[in-house]
T-cell receptor, first 115, second 118 residues
Framework: AQSVTQPDIHITVSEGASLELRCNYS??????LFWYVQSPGQGLQLLLK??????LVQGIKGFEAEFKRSQSSFNLRKPSVHWSDAAEYFC?????????????FGQGTILTVHP | GAVVSQHPSRVICKSGTSVKIECRSL??????MFWYRQFPKQSLMLMAT?????????EQGVEKDKFLINHASLTLSTLTVTSAHPEDSSFYIC??????????????FGPGTRLTVL
């Protein structure tokens, strides 16, 4: 069965430091991968997505993610974190076949930013 | 572009009453909308897929008679929690596939509705 794993439940970084949030997936076919961000009590905002082509994708707010097929990973990165980046981040994979259109989400990673 | 709204944003109701939550795509037509449920400090769990003009498809374990979904138009889907009980308290989020002019493989999410059943 398809699955998405975010190994880190909670990450704390200092403002200005670099950030990497991990995401691993289990999926038989070529995955469509997404990163979403959720602020407290809010819906999800799309940060970036990978469908095909260049394995390094750029998103909004200075985020980027790299698809590594050999490692079944799609880690999210940002070179310098801002206090406003504190939120919960979800990695997701779009299912195909008869389940086309459905998203499977990871457990989420809560990011805390210290001043 | 690709804005999805939900109404209400927050609702408190008594046990046994029914609550309707609306999900609207404001600037695009959505033939498919999705309803998710999110418990505190947990991920989103897909409840059902709502297709315009047809019956919703429910995920395993979701009671279709309790969570009624109606997708009456290309811009509106509603979720009605019938005879709500405290265990139905949760954060409900909808999403929609955007159509022409947007990537059809990307879901855009509403801001969510916080349901509290007393």
């Amino acid at each position: 069965a398809q699955s998405v794993t975010q190994p880190d439940i909670h990450i704390t970084v200092s403002e200005g430091a670099s950030l990497e949030l991990r995401c691993n997936y289990s999926y038989g076919a070529t995955p469509y991968l997404f990163w979403y961000v959720q602020s407290p009590g809010q819906g999800l905002q799309l940060l970036l997505k990978y469908f095909s082509g260049d394995t390094l994708v750029q998103g909004i707010k200075g985020f980027e993610a790299e698809f590594k097929r050999s490692q079944s990973s799609f880690n999210l990165r940002k070179p310098s974190v801002h206090w406003s980046d504190a939120a919960e981040y979800f990695c997701a994979v779009l299912l195909g076949g008869t389940s086309y259109g459905k998203l499977t989400f990871g457990q989420g990673t809560i990011l805390t930013v210290h001043p | 572009g690709a804005v999805v709204s939900q109404h209400p944003s927050r609702v408190i109701c008594k046990s046994g009453t029914s609550v309707k939550i609306e999900c609207r795509s404001l600037d695009f037509q959505a033939t498919t909308m999705f309803w998710y449920r999110q418990f505190p400090k947990q991920s989103l769990m897909l409840m059902a897929t709502s297709n315009e003009g047809s019956k919703a498809t429910y995920e395993q374990g979701v009671e279709k008679d309790k969570f009624l979904i109606n997708h009456a138009s290309l811009t509106l889907s509603t979720l009605t929690v019938t005879s709500a009980h405290p265990e139905d308290s949760s954060f409900y989020i909808c999403s929609a596939h955007a159509g022409t002019g947007y990537s059809t493989d990307t879901q855009y999410f509403g801001p969510g509705t916080r349901l509290t059943v007393l």
